[in-house]
Structures are given as C-alpha cells and as structure tokens.
C-alpha cells in the first residue's frame, strides 16, 4: 500500500524560505514520477511542480516558477519541494501525489494522480 506523508510545513514571513519533504513508502518510489499541489481555502487544487522518476525532468507552475524547487532522493524516498521567496499567496496545504502506473510522465491534473499524502500547511504572513 502506498503511503505519502509530508512534513516541513509551517509558518514564516514573506520573503522566507521553508523546504517540504514527502516520505514515501509501500513501492519501489524510484520507479514513478512524483508532484506537489497546493489547496487553499474556498479554492480548487492547485498544481505547484512534478519531478520525473530519475529527476532528470522537472516543471513548475507559472505562480512558482523561479522560486520553487523540485527534487528527489530515490534512495532515500523522499520528495521535497523548497520554497524561496515565498508570497501570502502561497498560503495553503500543501500535498505530495504520486501516479498509479509508473508509465505516467507527469502532469498538473490531479486526476493523474492516484495517491496523495495528509498535506501540510503552509502560512506565510505579510
């Protein structure tokens, strides 16, 4: 059974930085590509990034473009996500996904997602 369960979350000024991590367990992770969404209140799921298997390929939203990054240890099945100059508009729970099939390169529709973590929040003030 896959299981995602992200930590890092919290609270920091605009202009801070906070990293992300998404432990993943119950398959071989280093086979499947990976992916960050973000939801805030009264708001649709939001796509933030997605990482190829191998890590050789990644994409990011225009919103986080520049101040986002997406990496991976496959060794040590972790996702992670490092926010820089982070904005109040970056408010929000914050969630790793992964595909069912590891045929799937990756996307920013969460239906390509079959398995999501508990998210974490994230808050950043002004």
């Known amino acids: 059974q896959v299981q995602l369960v992200e930590s890092g979350g919290g609270l920091v000024q605009a202009g801070g930085s906070l990293r992300l991590s998404c432990a993943a367990s119950g398959r071989t992770f280093s086979s499947y590509t990976m992916g960050w969404f973000r939801q805030a209140p009264g708001k649709k799921r939001e796509f933030v990034a997605f990482i190829t298997w191998s890590g050789g390929s990644t994409y990011y939203s225009d919103s986080v473009k520049g101040r986002f990054t997406i990496s991976r240890d496959n060794a040590k099945n972790t996702l992670y996500l490092q926010m820089n100059s982070l904005k109040p508009e970056d408010t929000a729970v914050y969630y790793c996904?992964?595909?069912?099939?590891?045929?799937?390169?990756?996307?920013?529709?969460?239906?390509?997602?079959?398995?999501w973590g508990q998210g974490t929040q994230v808050t950043v003030s002004s």
């Open positions: 996904a992964a595909p069912d099939s590891s045929s799937y390169l990756g996307g920013n529709d969460p239906h390509g997602y079959d398995y």
